[in-house]
């Protein structure tokens, strides 16, 4: 069975994270980031890199964005983009899209879009070192 694909958008620590524990787990994984600078350092750790605004509908076509199984918006701080990214995704066939909030209204935003999951980096990493430091002997994982 070939491998799921996935298209990471925004390559920040979120973002740029995500992709790398994906690579680690034998999946592909296509980054894609506006800074040519960051796209550079992730360039040789994932399948595909590229330089560019996701919310260039075109390009996102040319990539063949459409046959990704999951579409992650990592971008959290400029939520226009964000949410044109998470529209973009939606719109041109990805299967799964996940987006990642930067407070509850984005978040509301982003469901109203029709997005899969929405992630809350912060409020969840409280939510899991809570359990973490009160249930003795738990796996990390
Ligand atoms: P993190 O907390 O994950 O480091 P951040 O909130 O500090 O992220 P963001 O503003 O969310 O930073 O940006 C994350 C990454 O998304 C950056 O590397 C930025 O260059 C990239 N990015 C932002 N907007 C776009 C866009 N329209 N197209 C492509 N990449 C973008």
New binding site residues.
Partial sequence: MKPKQFAV?????????LALELMELGYEVLG????EE?VEDMSEHLTHTVV?????EEMLKSLGIRNFDCGIV?????IQ??I??AILLKELGVSTVVA?A?SVLHGRALQKLGVDRVIF?ERDMGIRVAHQLVTPNLLDY
């Fill in positions: 958008i925004g390559l920040g620590r979120f973002g740029s994270s894609i980031d506006r800074n960051v560019a605004d996701a919310t260039d990592a971008i959290g701080d400029d983009m964000s044109l990214s990642k930067i980096p």
